[in-house]
């Protein structure tokens, strides 16, 4: 049963659009969001996360968006540049309690 | 520059081999977890330490055997491993147990032959 999806194995955006990554979970009880960023090589680096006692956070370029009703949650990367291009993953925790649940990965390629 | 800290990179080894991957962190953490990532597939939970004691084993086989020697250091012994444990072992560590978000490694590539 896979309780974090992110339904889009990959995405092409254009040098300086938005980039738009979508991430679905199915466990109410996630109440912690992360979108960790994955290098070919290397391995995940934490970028930004949200509560679920939030709709939205920002930093920089980077602004996820939290919709409870839904049970999703975007990235939204603005704007998008060549050194973007990487595997994306979402994940979801029962925070202080749970453990951290991965999605599949979204692979970004952000053409010049 | 990562502050997480896997080696080897790369490890080849046959099933009746024994070897040991290691990781350090120097950030002052006090949980610190072992992740498998298989291609294309997400990192999944192996084990997870908790101040220095195994808190969390997710089923895995006792052919891995996992090892926290002080705060800063998590290894993970291997023996006798079959070749679906191919595979890129991840480290990662938070502040404390439960806290987010994790840190994680460079991993090691493990090629079983």
């Known amino acids: 049963d896979q309780q974090v999806k992110q339904n889009s194995p990959s995405l092409s955006v254009q040098e300086g659009r938005i980039s738009i990554l979508n991430c679905d979970y199915t466990?109410?009880?996630?109440?912690?969001f992360l979108w960790y960023k994955k290098y070919p090589a290397e391995g995940p680096t934490f970028l930004i996360s949200?509560?679920?006692?939030?709709d939205k956070n920002e930093d920089g370029r980077f602004t996820v968006f939290l919709n409870k009703s839904a049970k999703h949650l975007s990235l939204h990367i603005v704007p998008s540049q060549p050194g973007d291009s990487a595997v994306y993953f979402c994940?979801?925790?029962?925070?202080?309690?749970?453990?951290?649940?991965f999605g599949q990965g979204t692979e970004l390629s952000v053409k010049p | 520059d990562t502050e997480v800290t896997q080696t080897p990179k790369h490890l080849v080894m046959g099933m009746t081999n024994k070897k040991s991957l290691k990781c350090e962190q120097h950030?002052?953490?006090?949980?610190m977890y072992w992740y498998k990532q298989k291609a294309k597939k997400p990192p999944e939970l192996m084990f997870v330490y908790s101040y220095e004691k195994l808190s969390i084993n997710e089923s895995v086989p006792s052919r891995f055997s996992p090892e926290c020697p002080n705060s800063s250091l998590l290894n993970l012994h291997l023996h006798a491993l079959q070749p679906e444990d191919s595979a890129l072992y991840l480290c990662?560590?938070?502040?404390?147990?439960?806290?987010?978000?994790?840190?994680f490694g460079d991993g090691t590539r493990l090629s079983i032959l």
């Open positions: 466990n109410s009880m996630f109440d912690y």
């Open positions: 949200i509560s679920s006692i939030k």
């Open positions: 950030m002052g953490h006090r949980a």
């Open positions: 990662a560590s938070s502040q404390g147990p439960g806290d987010q978000p994790q840190h």
């Open positions: 994940a979801a925790i029962i925070y202080q309690g749970g453990k951290l649940i």
